[in-house]
């Protein structure tokens, strides 16, 4: 059985549509752990009710106790592919190069555009309808150690109408995350 490891630091939607697609045999795996980020966000509750093994970082650690634990977790949950759905730190570049081509992200916009430091949540569709742009969508790229600059695996576009604003955009994006990350993983998985 492969092993996937999701990290998150939000809802956790995503972790949730990844869990459906595994419940659906769409994926053929099964999700070993959760790091999560950070304590009380939905991604634990999630994690909890499906009876995944979780993990929350501890505060404000260092960038090398981060590494370290997240190695020593890696280790225990032995992941075929980690994927970050919606996860916020920065991983550590031990974990990059111990996983490489392993690890993949999901972005809620058409990278290049829109993506790199300070680009997350609402602020990406914020800056999509300031730009005037006509289209956005989402992006999975694998993780190499400059942010959301991996290559780009797959992506998903849709229309920004004029009456968009960055919630409903937001909201529309989210709808095809939920579509294209489980995608994304079986195609990775299933043919590996
Ligand atoms: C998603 O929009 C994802 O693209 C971004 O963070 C958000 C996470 O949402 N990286 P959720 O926690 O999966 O609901």
Known sequence: MKNIVVFASGSGSNFQA?????????????????????????????AISHNIPHYILPDKSSEATFSEVLLSKLKEWNPNLIVLAGFLKKIP??????YRNKIINIHPSLLPKFGGKGYYGIKVHRAVVDAGETESGCTVH????????????????VVVSDDDTPETLAQKILKEE???????????????
């Open 178 to 192: 939920h579509k294209l990350l489980p995608n994304v993983i079986a195609e990775i998985l299933n043919n590996n």
């Open 93 to 98: 570049s031990e974990v990059i190069e111990q």
């Open 18 to 46: 990844i869990i459906d697609s595994i419940g659906k045999g769409e994926i053929e795996a099964q999700i070993s752990g959760l790091i999560a980020s950070r304590p009380g966000i939905g991604a634990i509750e999630r």
């Open 142 to 157: 694998f993780v190499n150690e400059h942010y959301d600059k991996g290559d780009i695996i797959k992506q998903t576009k």
